[in-house]
Nanobody, 124 residues
Framework: QVQLVESGGGLVQAGGSLRLSCAASGRTFSTYSMGWFRQAPGKEREFVAVISRSGGSTYYAESVKGRFTISRDNAKNTVFLQMNSLKPEDTAVYYC?????????????????WGQGTQVTVSS
């Protein structure tokens, strides 16, 4: 089992940047693929990005491709989401999630463990 804690959210103007972090407990972090999802008020949780166990493979939602970058540091049990050129429509609570099967899934049901979320607000 793994516990996840997100940080790095906040208020930023459109066009700005934020870097989210997700720290994982335990010694098996490198056996999980890691994803980022987000949920805006009144909307369903949606996929943002996923990274493989080694970090060698990544996949992004079309809405963030070219603006967001997912990465991980297995030595520090941490996954990151660098968000550039932020838009008001990026406003949401951002969650990291872990898949022990190591998939590159885009559906929230494919992930077993979730953090509590961090709020990102982009003002226009």
């Amino acid at each position: 089992q793994v516990q996840l804690v997100e940080s790095g959210g906040g208020l930023v103007q459109a066009g700005g940047s934020l870097r989210l972090s997700c720290a994982a407990s335990g010694r098996t972090f490198s056996t999980y693929s890691m994803g980022w999802f987000r949920q805006a008020p009144g909307k369903e949780r949606e996929f943002v990005a996923v990274i493989s166990r080694s970090g060698g493979s990544t996949y992004y939602a079309e809405s963030v491709k070219g603006r967001f970058t997912i990465s991980r540091d297995n030595a520090k049990n941490t996954v990151f989401l660098q968000m550039n050129s932020l838009k008001p429509e990026d406003t949401a609570v951002y969650y990291c999630a872990a898949d022990p099967r190591g998939g590159l899934g885009t559906l929230h049901r494919e992930y077993d463990y979730w953090g509590q979320g961090t709020q990102v607000t982009v003002s226009s």
